[in-house]
């Protein structure tokens, strides 16, 4: 990931974003450009697309996404957008293999999380069942840390998943409990 971008994920400057990215300010999920040549309107084209596509694949040394960064540093409106334009990021896992939805249970990023399941519940409950690399679901992530409101969402959205034990053989009702 390029300098400029690690810092617009960090910083959350829209601007940026929605500039390299094609992201609008009312939500839509779509970039507009004018090309007045070829009359083609509010179009992207194939190139913009791979490009935009591409930004949204990058990721930093660590393997995060600019939705992993997005989630974690609470930039939510932006994480949605990004969601919105591929929501197969949502699986996307860094070098720990954690996904963006490990991340915000870790940081007990409730909204985000609310939002997420509202715009594509069946999204959000495959990666619920992603594991770390300790064999940790986003579950296990929100149960460890006490994050009681992320714990509740994502238990209303797959409820087995509580049963689910890591490496270490402990599931995530049993971190809750103890």
């Not at 660590?62 to 929501?87: M, P, Q, S, Y």
């Not at 985000?112 to 770390?132: F, G, H, Q, W, Y």
């Amino acid at each position: 990931m390029d300098a400029d971008l690690f810092m617009a994920a960090i910083q959350g400057d829209s601007d940026v974003l929605m500039r390299r990215l094609g992201l609008l300010p009312d939500g839509r999920d779509e970039i507009q450009i004018t090309i007045e040549a070829s009359g083609a309107g509010s179009q992207q084209t194939e190139a913009e697309h791979y490009i935009v596509q591409s930004e949204l694949e990058t990721t930093t040394s660590f393997g995060d996404t600019l939705l992993h960064l997005l989630i974690t540093g609470r930039h939510n409106e932006l994480a949605l957008k990004v969601f919105t334009k591929d929501t197969s990021l949502l699986k996307a896992r860094n070098n720990k293999l954690e996904t963006p939805l490990h991340e915000a249970a870790k940081v007990g990023n409730e909204e985000v999380i609310c939002d997420l399941i509202l715009l594509s519940p069946s999204a959000v409950k495959d990666a619920l069942r992603e594991t770390n690399e300790k064999g940790d679901t986003a579950l296990h992530m929100a149960a460890n840390v006490n994050h009681q409101g992320v714990v509740i969402e994502l238990m209303k959205l797959d409820p087995l998943v509580a049963y689910k034990k890591n490496k270490q053989g402990f599931s995530p009702l049993y971190i809750a409990t103890v």
